[in-house]
């Protein structure tokens, strides 16, 4: 019996050496693990960077929540499934940027730049947006549902398939937009520019065209 328990003992403390040689604690893990920094900002929520330049950086899959990155230089960044929950981005550069299937709940970015900027199937909800530039943005198939998106120009921009649903978009300009098949039910567009945009396929059930300027405009309704 003696030495069937010593046998027993050895094979124990084999097994328990390969486990520790072949495998780093959990703990040593997270203690070795550090956000990653780009030109002095680094990358984690919270993280207060205003003004940075981060143009080109590559910001993917990170979570960005409550993060300061107002008036920052973020042109051509790649912010692909970024976690922007919370975010400050007002008047920063975003122009080139790729935002697909970033998540924007209650993000700031007004007076921001998003020019030709990529922002497909991003979720958001709540969005602050006023007087933010999407000129030549694709935001196919987007969720931007009661985004706050007054005085916001979205010129020649796609928006197919986006849902606006409940969104603010009075005094917008929307010319040659690309709105087919979008959800713009009970969205304000009062005032805004529709000149030779496309709407064709979209909800518009209690959309408010009050005032707007619709010329050319494909789809849109002809009673207002």
């Not at 328990?16 to 680094?42: F, I, Q, S, Y």
């Not at 958001?124 to 969720?143: E, P």
Request: hydrophobic share 40%.
């Amino acid at each position: 019996m003696a030495l069937r328990s010593k046998l027993l003992l050895s094979s124990l403390l084999v097994v328990a050496g390969a486990m520790t040689l072949g495998k780093t604690p959990r703990a040593a893990e997270d203690d070795l693990w550090a956000p990653p920094e780009h030109n002095g900002c680094v990358l984690e929520a919270q993280t207060h960077c205003p003004g940075a330049d981060l143009s080109g950086a590559d910001l993917a899959n990170l979570d960005l929540r409550g993060a300061d990155f107002s008036n920052a230089n973020l042109r051509g960044a790649d912010l692909r499934h970024t976690d922007l929950r919370g975010a400050n981005l007002e008047r920063a550069d975003l122009s080139g940027a790729d935002l697909t299937r970033a998540t924007l709940y209650s993000t700031n970015l007004r007076s921001a730049n998003l020019s030709q900027a990529k922002l497909v199937a991003v979720q958001s909800w709540n969005l602050f947006a006023q007087n933010a530039r999407f000129d030549g943005a694709d935001l196919t198939g987007a969720d931007l549902q009661f985004g706050r998106l007054t005085r916001a120009s979205w010129q020649h921009a796609t928006l197919r398939a986006a849902n606006l649903e409940m969104a603010w978009m009075n005094k917008s300009k929307l010319q040659n937009a690309d709105l087919r098949d979008a959800n713009l039910q009970e969205t304000k567009l009062n005032l805004s520019t529709l000149e030779g945009a496309d709407v064709t396929g979209a909800r518009l059930r209690f959309t408010n065209f009050q005032g707007t300027y619709m010329k050319n405009c494909s789809g849109c309704p002809r009673d207002w």
